[in-house]
């Protein structure tokens, strides 16, 4: 055998460990989700996405942007579902209180049903996670980033410990493909925090803005699949949507809504991410909750195109119907 078949075989025995279900943990990556789910559906897609992903290992759910308990609440019914209680769910930043759309869902739950462990202070939860992770864990932030900048102001050598990923900020385009940049609602909800967590020493940031995020939906024979799959994961997402539409039935939906968070879930795969295209930008955070380039940014790996968008939706669907 030649040197380069060694090789090549090498790179093929360490794909399928990393991709195979059930694989060494070692051989995955190890990721923390910090979410507002409850607000918009995306999240809950996003979610759904990871859980699908053999190659990451879900360690903690954080929430943020307040509502913290009903937020939670959405976590550990979904990770029920998922068969995944094992998943330690932390009660982030930015306050208790408070409900949005898919309070129907979770007005029954208690979280003190929940098997597995309920972080009270997710704030210190995430920063116990990092610190004690043998390997580096992948923070995926799919939200305003209360949580992170509480997590960095008390305990700041996190960054040094973790790669961050993200669905946040608008470089070149907007929402819905628009030429104007928008002042993206993750980094415009708490700009502060936005400035503080995108500028942050960590070992490195990837994020997919609303130029490659905010064009994802799926549709038609798509959605059909996903109708007709008996994931438990993707009838879990499809009743979350269904109540977030008001609808009655799933037959009155024929499309997603837009998917922005379930891309900063694929940028966390490990190795190459070859249906986005990633460029090396400097991006500095506005008072106004822009993210510009800017030489006098902070250096980092964004999504600014897809190569194969619909190859993705592809990704998004399979991985959630997987039987
Ligand atoms: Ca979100």
Redesign the pocket.
């Known amino acids: 055998m030649t040197g380069m078949s060694r090789t090549l075989l090498a790179l093929a025995a360490t794909f399928l460990l990393a991709t195979m279900p059930g694989s060494p943990a070692s051989a995955r990556v190890p990721v923390i989700l910090d ?2 789910i409850g607000d ?1 559906i ?2 809950t897609w996003a979610l759904a996405m990871l859980l699908g992903s053999p190659q990451l290992d879900l360690k903690l759910v954080t929430t943020t942007c307040g509502k913290a308990e009903y937020r939670a609440k959405i976590v550990a019914k979904i990770l029920t579902a998922a068969g995944r209680t094992d998943v330690p769910i932390g009660l982030g930043a930015g306050g208790r209180g408070g409900v949005g759309g898919q309070q129907p869902w979770v007005q029954d739950y208690k979280l003190a049903d929940y098997p597995g462990k309920i972080h009270q202070d997710g704030v210190q939860a995430l920063i116990d996670a990092i610190q004690q992770s043998p390997q580096p864990m992948t923070v995926i932030a ?2 305003p980033l209360h949580t992170l900048a509480a997590a960095l102001d008390r305990e700041p050598a996190i960054a040094g410990k973790a790669m961050l990923v993200g ?1 946040q900020g608008s470089v070149r385009k907007g929402y819905g493909g628009g030429k104007t940049p928008a002042a993206e609602y ?1 980094v415009a909800a708490n700009v502060k925090a936005a400035q503080k967590v995108l500028s942050a020493p960590w070992r490195t940031i990837s994020i997919t803005p609303l130029d490659t995020c905010g064009l994802v939906t799926i549709s038609g024979d798509r959605f059909q699949r996903l109708k007709e799959s008996r994931n438990p994961l993707a009838r879990t997402v499809l009743e979350n949507y269904r109540i977030w539409s008001g609808k009655k039935s799933l037959d009155e939906l024929h499309a997603s809504s837009v998917l922005f ?1 379930t891309v900063a879930v694929y940028l966390a795969y490990p190795d190459s991410r070859p249906l986005v295209k990633l460029e090396t930008l400097s991006i500095a955070v506005t008072r106004d909750g822009f993210t510009r380039i800017d030489a006098g940014g902070t250096t980092m790996s964004v999504a600014g195109d897809w190569t194969d968008l619909d190859a993705y939706r592809d990704l998004v669907v399979t991985t959630l119907g997987r039987q």
């Open positions: 979410t507002d918009d995306d999240d799919i939200g669905m993750n968070d």
